[in-house]
C-alpha cells in the first residue's frame, strides 16, 4: 500500500519567515495530493491540494509543489503568522481508492 | 449546514464495555469516512462508505469493531469490548465525490478506555 512519509516534525520559524514541510510518497500511481491543518484539539481541515497534471500551486501565502519523478511533494508558507502554528499532514491517494494516506504530520510553530 | 457532527464529543469507560460513536455528515455528501488518530499510528483509516454501502473496512483493527450506516444521514462506529488501546481520537469526515474531493471532518470523539 501506499507509504508517506512527512518531515521535518517539528519546525520552529520566526514570524514572516518562511516554512517548508516535505513529504515523499511510495505509490507512483497516486495522483491527488491534498495538505491539512490541525490546530490543537480541533479538527483537520483541507488547506490546499494538487493534483498530478501540476507541477505547482498557490493560494496566497501557501504553495505546493509535486515532483512525480521524485516522488514528493512541499508545502510552503510564507510570511508566517502566529495563526499558522499548527500540524500540518500532507497525505496521497490512488485514483480510483477511495484511500487517502496521511503522512505523520509536522508540528509548526511561529514564534512572535 | 452545521458541518459534520459527532457524538458524543468525549467518552470514558472502562475496558470491556461497549462504545458506540455517532456521526452525521454533511447532507448531499455520497462518501462518509471513520478514522482514527493516535501519537503513535497518526491518522488511520478505519473504513468508508458510499451511498450508505460500505466499500473498504480493511483499515478496522479487528473484529471488535463494526461500523453501520442505516441512512445517508446517519453513521455509527461501534468498539465490543473495548480496551485501553483503543484510546484515540476518532473522527468521522464527509465527501461529496470521494476521497480525492475535500474531506470535512467533524469535531472528533475523544475515547479513553479505563
Known amino acids: 500500500g501506499e507509504n508517506v512519509e512527512q518531515h521535518p516534525s517539528t519546525l520552529s520559524v520566526q514570524e514572516g519567515d518562511s516554512a517548508v514541510i516535505k513529504c515523499t510518497y511510495s505509490?507512483?500511481?497516486?495522483?491527488?495530493f491534498p495538505w491539512y491543518k490541525q490546530e490543537l484539539g480541533k479538527r483537520p481541515q483541507l488547506i490546499i491540494d494538487i493534483r498530478s497534471n501540476v507541477g505547482e500551486k498557490k493560494d496566497q501565502r501557501i504553495a505546493v509543489t509535486l515532483n512525480k519523478t521524485a516522488k514528493h511533494f512541499s508545502l510552503h508558507i510564507t510570511e508566517t503568522q502566529p495563526e499558522d502554528s499548527a500540524v500540518y499532514f500532507c497525505a496521497a491517494s490512488v485514483g480510483g481508492y477511495q484511500k487517502v494516506t496521511f503522512g505523520t504530520g509536522t508540528k509548526l510553530q511561529v514564534i512572535p | 449546514d452545521a458541518g459534520v457532527i459527532q457524538s458524543p464529543r468525549h467518552e470514558v469507560t472502562e475496558m470491556g464495555q461497549e462504545v458506540t460513536l455517532r456521526c452525521k455528515p454533511i447532507?448531499?455528501?455520497?462518501?462518509l469516512f471513520w478514522y482514527r488518530q493516535t501519537m503513535m499510528r497518526g491518522l488511520e483509516l478505519l473504513i468508508y462508505?458510499?451511498?450508505?454501502?460500505?466499500?473498504?473496512d480493511s483499515g478496522m483493527p479487528e473484529d471488535r469493531f463494526s461500523a453501520k450506516m442505516p441512512n445517508a444521514s446517519f453513521s455509527t462506529l461501534k468498539i465490543q469490548p473495548s480496551e485501553p488501546r483503543d484510546s484515540a481520537v476518532y473522527f468521522c469526515?464527509?465527501?461529496?465525490?470521494?476521497?480525492?474531493?475535500?474531506?470535512?471532518f467533524g469535531p472528533g470523539t475523544r475515547l479513553l478506555v479505563l
Open positions: 447532507s448531499g455528501h455520497d462518501y
Open positions: 462508505f458510499n451511498n450508505n454501502v460500505p466499500i473498504d
Open positions: 469526515a464527509s465527501s461529496f465525490g470521494g476521497a480525492q474531493e475535500t474531506q470535512y
Open positions: 505509490d507512483s500511481a497516486s495522483n491527488y
